[in-house]
């Protein structure tokens, strides 16, 4: 409001004032003007006569002739001056001293032969000068009358401020008050309080519209305040709830994981058990023939002691029989060899699979034993295995959650690749060192079925397969997905494209990441040979 105020009467203020000051100054020039135009005609009219009362010495005349001036109002004197320099006449107080005097000064002429007026003298040859004529008036008179309209012009001003000021406060009064009130209390309202007064104004114009509004609004604020009470009470209620809910869901949660541990240990039990099954058939080839061949070389045994113990002995009787020993006991030899192979093969499989133990190996070795404890299991399909590892990529890792990656990727890839027992193909597992010399690019492909699009977003979700309830757990991929990029610190993709197979690309360090849970069972695993 003092800034509305302002704003207003501070201009009208300069207004007056500059009004003022150009008035007087226009006037007072105005005024000087005229009385030196009056002077200069004052003098010209009477520089004949005073010039004749001059050149006659006639005093008296001279003082009748300039005596009329004392009635001007603003004559204060005039001087006639001989030629000499000595004062003639002087009339009134002329002086140099006064403030606002006009002094008009005129040479006195003596009359030419001819008759050519004293005031005409100027001519050349006009006539002789005999002395001077000075008027002085003063502007005092006129200036007061500029400063009596100065200051009529300022209490005009004034008066229009004064005016201006009333009009103001009755707007305050009237609009800009009842508009402050309505503001604070809009702002209490918006801080949320509903509690306060508003203003009553009985009038049918803009503010009491406003005011009326006001009311409405703060109306309507009460009722969703409590509204709002109300649905916070609500929440507080459903908040109970969901929190309880959600003790139950974590309970439930927490029984589920447990349970998807046990899945897990329990698939990755079944796959040893198969591997275990498989071994066991492959290894029953070899100590059987060792059997037969041991059962063959008792029997050649006894009966060549028999031979001993008898009269008859021929050189070519020993011969036969130590070529027979000979060669049951290479054959021997050999299966012991090959079952001894597979046992330490299936040794270092099983203890990497189950004790999770880190150690330094060669990626073409561990994956080599896993495939050959794997390839009795398929023997009867017609799927092939082809290895191309690369030799020397020596990696600090987890072997046994590797055996595991491939294991899971190898049966997913026989199970649903190659449903189809009749159907050939082909399970190829590559690896490439990356450019970088730390990190190994493995992946096992297939040319089977594929998998539909549909699906391929989901394979690595946990407890979902397509064929759940025949032979699919759904935990296959998942493991292998959770291995890769928890266990093997690597990343796993897989492409896939109905009718021409499916191939999963992992890319690991060759260094696996430290992990607490399994460097606190990290130790040097010695493998018997």
């Known amino acids: 409001m003092m800034r509305t105020v302002g704003m207003i009467c501070l201009p009208l203020l300069l207004a007056v004032g500059l009004a003022v000051v150009v008035a007087i100054s226009y006037s007072s020039r105005d005024a000087r003007t005229a009385l030196e135009a009056r002077a200069r005609q004052t003098v010209?009219?009477?520089?004949?006569?005073?010039?004749?009362?001059?050149?006659?010495?006639?005093?008296?005349?001279?003082?009748?002739?300039?005596?009329?001036?004392?009635?001007?109002?603003?004559?204060?004197?005039?001087?006639?001056?001989?030629?000499?320099?000595?004062?003639?006449l002087r009339l009134g107080d002329a002086g140099p001293s006064r403030h606002g005097l006009i002094v008009e000064q005129v040479s006195l002429i003596r009359p030419a032969a001819g008759g050519q007026a004293a005031g005409q003298a100027g001519e050349p040859g006009a006539g002789q000068r005999i002395g001077q004529l000075q008027l002085y008036?003063?502007?005092?008179?006129?200036?007061?009358?500029i400063n009596s309209r100065a200051w009529a012009i300022a209490w005009s001003g004034l008066g229009l401020l004064a005016a201006v000021c009333c009009l103001l406060a009755a707007i305050v009064r009237g609009v800009t008050l009842p508009i402050h009130r309505m503001t604070d209390c809009m702002a209490m309202l918006a801080a949320g309080r509903v509690d306060l007064e508003i203003p009553r104004i009985d009038r049918r114009d803009e503010v009491g519209r406003m005011a009326a509004a006001l009311g409405t609004l703060k109306q309507h604020a009460a009722e969703r305040l409590e509204f709002i009470e109300r649905q916070a009470r609500h929440m507080e209620v459903i908040e109970e709830i969901v929190a309880k809910r959600t003790e139950e869901l974590s309970a439930a949660l927490?029984?589920?994981?447990?349970?998807?541990?046990?899945?897990?240990?329990?698939?990755?039990?079944?796959?040893?058990?198969?591997?275990?099954?498989?071994?066991?058939?492959e290894i029953n080839t070899p100590i059987g023939s060792g059997l037969t061949v041991a059962t063959t070389l008792s029997e050649k045994v006894t009966e060549f002691q028999a031979i001993l113990e008898g009269k008859e002995l021929r050189r070519s009787v020993i011969r036969a029989y130590s070529g027979s020993f000979g060669t049951a006991s290479q054959l021997l030899v050999g299966n012991l060899l090959r079952a001894s192979e597979l046992i330490g093969r299936f040794k270092r499989v099983a203890v990497d699979q189950t004790g999770e133990l880190r150690r330094r190996f060669e990626l073409d070795v561990v994956c080599g034993e896993v495939v050959a404890m794997l390839r009795p299991t398929y023997r009867h399909s017609p799927v092939?295995?082809?290895?191309?590892?690369?030799?020397?990529?020596?990696m600090d890792s987890f072997p046994g959650a590797l055996g595991q990656v491939l294991t899971n990727l190898m049966t997913n890839a026989m199970i649903h690749g190659f449903a189809d027992a009749s159907v050939a193909g082909t399970i190829t597992i590559a690896a490439?060192?990356?450019?970088?010399?730390?990190?190994?690019?493995?992946?096992?492909?297939?040319?089977?079925?594929?998998?539909?699009?549909?699906?391929?977003?989901?394979?690595?979700?946990?407890?979902?397969?397509?064929?759940?309830?025949?032979?699919?757990?759904?935990?296959g991929?998942?493991?292998?997905?959770?291995i890769v990029m928890r266990v093997l610190g690597g990343v796993v993709a897989v492409e896939s494209q109905i009718g021409q197979g499916t191939r999963f690309s992992m890319v690991m360090p060759l260094v696996a990441p430290r992990q607490s849970g399994h460097d606190a069972a990290e130790e040097t695993v010695a493998m018997p040979s």
């Open 44 to 88: 010209a009219l009477l520089a004949g006569g005073v010039g004749d009362a001059l050149w006659n010495v006639d005093r008296l005349a001279a003082q009748a002739m300039l005596r009329p001036l004392s009635d001007d109002p603003d004559f204060v004197g005039a001087i006639i001056v001989e030629s000499g320099g000595s004062v003639f």
């Open 137 to 145: 008036l003063t502007t005092a008179r006129a200036e007061q009358i």
């Open 254 to 281: 927490e029984t589920l994981k447990r349970a998807q541990n046990e899945l897990i240990r329990s698939e990755k039990l079944a796959a040893l058990g198969g591997m275990v099954a498989a071994i066991a058939h």
């Open 384 to 394: 092939s295995i082809d290895l191309k590892l690369p030799a020397g990529v020596v």
């Open 432 to 475: 490439v060192l990356e450019e970088d010399g730390r990190h190994v690019a493995l992946t096992v492909a297939d040319d089977g079925a594929g998998i539909p699009v549909a699906v391929l977003p989901r394979i690595f979700d946990p407890f979902f397969s397509t064929k759940l309830g025949s032979g699919g757990s759904g935990l």
């Open 477 to 482: 991929l998942h493991i292998v997905y959770a």
